[in-house]
């Protein structure tokens, strides 16, 4: 079964930037969506961007403009840049292959005021 891994989260200053990334364990990205998604305390887990197999991306309205999600089939991975962090972007953030049960274990993104 396909494995994701996340890394990159950290504890950043408002307005600052980070970098995630999603590594599967095979050569899945290529052929299936990638997704980020994040849980905040006391909140559902909420969508925060997607990645085709033919690079269309889709956007939570409340990152667009901030967040860019990309991926690299050559490394298996799949990316979130994050820039212009908020204070209300602080979450642990998934990574998800496709629509399907396989997730990641989560990355904890803290941003502070």
């Known amino acids: 079964q396909v494995q994701l891994v996340e890394s990159g989260g950290g504890l950043v200053q408002a307005g600052g930037s980070l970098r995630l990334s999603c590594a599967a364990s095979?050569?899945?990205?290529?052929?299936?969506?990638g997704g980020w998604y994040r849980q905040a305390p006391g909140k559902q887990r909420e969508l925060v961007a997607t990645?085709?197999?033919?690079?269309?991306?889709n956007y939570a309205d409340s990152v667009k403009g901030r967040f860019t999600i990309s991926r690299d089939n050559a490394k298996n991975t799949v990316y979130l840049q994050m820039n212009s962090l908020k204070t209300e972007d602080t979450a642990v953030y998934y990574c998800?292959?496709?629509?399907?049960?396989?997730w990641g274990q989560g990355t904890q993104v803290t941003v502070s005021s």
């Open positions: 095979g050569s899945i990205f290529s052929i299936k969506t």
């Open positions: 998800r292959l496709g629509w399907s049960n396989i």
């Open positions: 990645i085709t197999p033919g690079d269309s991306t």
